[in-house]
Antibody
Framework: QVQLQESGPGLVTPSQNLSLNCNVSGGSISSGAYYWSWNRQHPGKGLEWVGFIHYSGSTFYNPSLRSRVTISVDTSKMQFSLKLSSVTAADTAVYYCARVKRYSIEGVWYPYAFDIWGQGITVTVSS | EIVMTQSPATLSVSPGERATLSCRAS??????LAWYQQKPGQAPRLLIY???TRATNIPARFSGSGSGTEFTLTISSLQSEDFAVYYC??????????FGQGTRLEIK
């Protein structure tokens, strides 16, 4: 059974970069059937999609964050990573990694829902 | 960007009764809609995808319906473990993938 586990610093200084990793176990990150996603949840608020990556390196980002987000994958380490630059207090949130199954229609790939989630990691942006 | 609006914000229901949660999309998302359950301190759990298909190991008391812009999650007979926050999410027109603001289901 696939499991996801986030790791990284819980406290980041404003204007610095936020970097998180998600370790994938119990299955292959190199399965072509999935995207690997980062989502976040601000304190007491709803969910926000940050972006996702395919093991081939194809990435898709939320337009609201695109200028500051980079998602990468390391198949040898069975992990994918999030980097969010120039953070502010507004980036304080619980960050979740998640798996997204994908499907193809006439050669175009689309995502399904987020079927497996990590437990989440709380990141606070503060000096 | 497609805006997902859930109603009501809070729903009070007694155990054993039926709960009906609504989700409206600002434009058609076909059947590309999912529902999640989130309990305090936990990650969301996928309940329903493709508007009406239960995810693996989800009890039959959870059902989803709708298409286009109007969707419903029904819990037929509420159990104590069902009191949580529920989110809808569209994956039809993206980026971005968007979520509703959530409905809190509380014990009456």
């Amino acid at each position: 059974q696939v499991q996801l586990q986030e790791s990284g610093p819980g406290l980041v200084t404003p204007s610095q970069n936020l970097s998180l990793n998600c370790n994938v176990s119990g299955g292959s990150i190199s399965s072509g059937a999935y995207y690997w996603s980062w989502n976040r949840q601000h304190p007491g608020k709803g969910l926000e999609w940050v972006g996702f990556i395919h093991y081939s390196g194809s990435t898709f980002y939320n337009p609201s964050l695109r200028s500051r987000v980079t998602i990468s994958v390391d198949t040898s380490k069975m992990q994918f990573s999030l980097k969010l630059s120039s953070v502010t207090a507004a980036d304080t949130a619980v960050y979740y990694c998640a798996r997204v199954k994908r499907y193809s229609i006439e050669g175009v790939w689309y995502p399904y829902a987020f079927d497996i989630w990590g437990q989440g990691i709380t990141v606070t942006v503060s000096s | 960007e497609i805006v997902m609006t859930q109603s009501p914000a809070t729903l009070s229901v007694s155990p054993g009764e039926r709960a009906t949660l609504s989700c409206r999309a600002s434009e058609s998302v076909s059947s590309n809609l999912a529902w999640y359950q989130q309990k305090p301190g936990q990650a969301p759990r996928l309940l329903i995808y493709s508007a009406s298909t239960r995810a693996t190991n989800i009890p039959a008391r959870f059902s989803g319906s709708g298409s286009g812009t109007e969707f419903t999650l029904t819990i037929s007979s509420l159990q104590s473990e069902d009191f949580a926050v529920y989110y809808c999410q569209q994956y039809d027109n993206w980026p971005p993938i968007t979520f509703g603001q959530g409905t809190r289901l509380e014990i009456k």
